[in-house]
């Protein structure tokens, strides 16, 4: 089972940033959270993932909190094309024990 | 720099006969493999994963299977498939790095008619 909860739908004007919020109270000191989003008939893209500190990279932002209970990914501008499921991911360090589960994830709508 | 690839992209099958997906993977050593599948509407399941040569974990009983014939290849099979069987199937791979990342395919819809 997954174990993050996010808003099942979201809405975002094009051109606002959108902010996409995560709950992950039961994540462990070793677990890393992970973001990645699929848009429709697409394989899951990896955006961005961190452990401790804020993250940011070309697509996004990612704000942890500092228990790590929970966590928010922000784009900054989002457009027609960010419309897409965002997963939001816990998972420990080494993978091969821990394959990547996917929960519901939160379907963002950007609109114009 | 890594690639994966997986076939064929699309396909139609009659239920009872059998399956063969084939995912590779370039320019890494290796790799955890993973299948997953998403029937329509619903979310990523986890089907196989893989560490190694010949190492398959199963996440959900059913009548599919999984091979590791060689370090970067995964197969899925089945011997004869059901309705049910019908999705999107994902095949995907990371490394065992301290917060590695997990890389998706692009993807093969089977539909069992």
């Known amino acids: 089972d997954a174990k993050t909860t996010q808003p099942t739908s979201m809405d975002c004007a094009e051109g606002r940033a959108a902010n996409l919020p995560c709950n992950h109270s039961?994540?462990?000191?070793?677990?890393?959270v992970y973001w990645y989003r699929q848009i429709h008939s697409q394989g899951p893209q990896y955006i961005i993932h961190?452990?401790?500190n804020n993250e940011t990279n070309e697509m996004a932002s990612l704000i942890i909190t500092e228990d790590r209970k929970s966590s928010t990914l922000i784009l900054p501008h989002a457009t027609l094309r960010d419309t897409a499921v965002y997963y939001c991911?816990?998972?420990?360090?080494?993978?091969?024990?821990?394959?990547?589960?996917f929960g519901k994830g939160t379907r963002l709508s950007v609109i114009a | 720099s890594q690639t994966i690839h997986q076939w064929p992209a699309t396909l139609v099958q009659p239920v009872g006969s059998p399956l063969s997906l084939e995912c590779t993977v370039e320019g890494t050593s290796n790799p955890n493999l993973y299948w997953y599948r998403q029937a329509a509407g619903r979310g990523l399941q986890l089907l196989f994963y893989?560490?190694?040569?010949?190492?398959i974990s199963s996440e959900v009983p059913q009548n599919l299977s999984a091979s590791r014939p060689q370090d970067r290849q995964f197969i899925l099979s089945s011997k004869k498939l059901l309705l049910s069987d019908s999705g999107f199937y994902l095949c995907?791979?990371?490394?065992?790095?301290?917060?590695?990342?997990?890389?998706f395919g692009e993807g093969s819809w089977l539909t069992v008619v």
């Open positions: 039961t994540i462990s000191g070793n677990e890393y």
């Open positions: 893989s560490v190694g040569i010949g190492q």
């Open positions: 995907a791979w990371d490394t065992d790095l301290l917060g590695n990342t997990i890389y």
């Open positions: 961190g452990l401790k």
């Open positions: 991911i816990v998972r420990g360090v080494r993978s091969g024990n821990t394959p990547l589960v």
